[in-house]
């Protein structure tokens, strides 16, 4: 389809993204296919989704996985966002089978909590929000920090990782520090943040 519109992007696509951006080792091709379907849907491009959530299954994420993925981007990134990526990532899974069975339950029992990094979190966001909007401080710790981010079916790296792709993609310049130091905490390296950065 490219090629018959435009032969040069084809080419371009070819040595610069499929032979270049995707061969690199700072990421695996997990990884990759995570920040890449993280980007979509923070960018609502569902046009381009359907082709990288195959390539993400493809690359040894799991369905549970993508499921996490499109309900923390919900609060990311924004409800239509998620509601885009629902119907794109339905019809995938139609496509190659997976059921209901595969997915994660609405409310499993939650990874344990960091006190101690939620303490300093909530003292950060009572300082700094608190006095403007009250409201964004509760629903900051719950539903979000103290339920979605302790689902088990996404590591808290893997996690860290769409929330930075997304922020980048969206352009939240003003929470990307703190999500990046939160993403090292839990095990990203300065190399794989490197390079999430220069793909997103």
């Known amino acids: 389809d490219i090629r018959s519109v435009s032969p040069a992007l084809a080419r371009f ?4 993204i499929t032979e270049d951006l995707w061969t690199r080792d700072a990421l ?8 890449t379907v993280a980007m979509l849907i923070a960018r ?3 046009a ?39 119907s794109v990532t339905k019809a ?8 209901p069975d595969a997915l994660p339950d609405a409310s499993p029992d939650l990874l344990p909590l960091n006190q101690e990094a939620e303490k300093q979190r909530s003292e950060t966001v009572e300082k700094n929000v ?10 900051t710790a719950d539903p979000l920090f103290l339920d979605l981010w302790q689902r088990p079916a996404l590591k ?9 792709s997304a922020l980048i993609a969206s352009g939240q310049s003003a929470q990307i520090g703190y999500h990046l130091n939160r993403a090292m905490d839990n095990g990203l390296s300065v190399e794989e943040a490197g390079e999430t950065e220069r793909i997103s």
């Open 156 to 164: 808290p790296r893997d996690r860290s990782l769409i929330t930075v």
């Open 13 to 16: 696509g070819r040595e610069a």
């Open 92 to 99: 995938v899974f139609e496509t190659r089978g997976v059921t």
């Open 130 to 139: 608190g006095p403007i909007s009250p409201g964004l401080v509760k629903f």
């Open 48 to 86: 381009e989704l359907k082709h990288y959530i195959d390539v993400a299954l493809d690359s040894g994420v799991t369905p549970a996985e993508l499921s996490e993925i499109i309900t923390h981007l919900a609060f990311y990134s924004g409800w239509p966002n998620a509601m885009s990526a629902v």
């Open 28 to 35: 695996s091709p997990r990884d990759r296919s995570v920040v």
């Open 44 to 46: 609502n491009q569902p």
